[in-house]
Nanobody, 116 residues
Framework: QVQLVESGGGSVQPGGSLRLSCAASGGLFSIYVAGWYRQAPGKEREWVARISGTGGLAAYADSVKGRFTISRDNAKNTVYLQMNSLKPEDTAVYYC?????????WGQGTQVTVSS
């Protein structure tokens, strides 16, 4: 059983930056595709970014492309989301996800608030 713990959320002004971290334990981290999702109040959870097990392939939602960067450190069992040029519409709870075949794990989420 894999456990995921996100950190790094907080409040920031528009144009600011935050880096989210997601630490995994209890499994072989590198075999999973890692992703970040977010859910704003009153909206459905949406996909933000994902990265392959080796870290060689990444993909982004159009809404964050060019502003967010996903990365992973398999030696530390951690996946990151660097968020730059933050906008108020980025305000949401951000969730980390690991997936492989029928295995699908989620963290508890970390709040990101972008407001002046």
């Amino acid at each position: 059983q894999v456990q995921l713990v996100e950190s790094g959320g907080g409040s920031v002004q528009p144009g600011g930056s935050l880096r989210l971290s997601c630490a995994a334990s209890g499994g072989l981290f590198s075999i999973y595709v890692a992703g970040w999702y977010r859910q704003a109040p009153g909206k459905e959870r949406e996909w933000v970014a994902r990265i392959s097990g080796t870290g060689g392939l990444a993909a982004y939602a159009d809404s964050v492309k060019g502003r967010f960067t996903i990365s992973r450190d398999n030696a530390k069992n951690t996946v990151y989301l660097q968020m730059n040029s933050l906008k108020p519409e980025d305000t949401a709870v951000y969730y980390c996800n690991l997936v492989r075949a029928q295995y699908d794990y989620w963290g508890q989420g970390t709040q990101v608030t972008v407001s002046s």
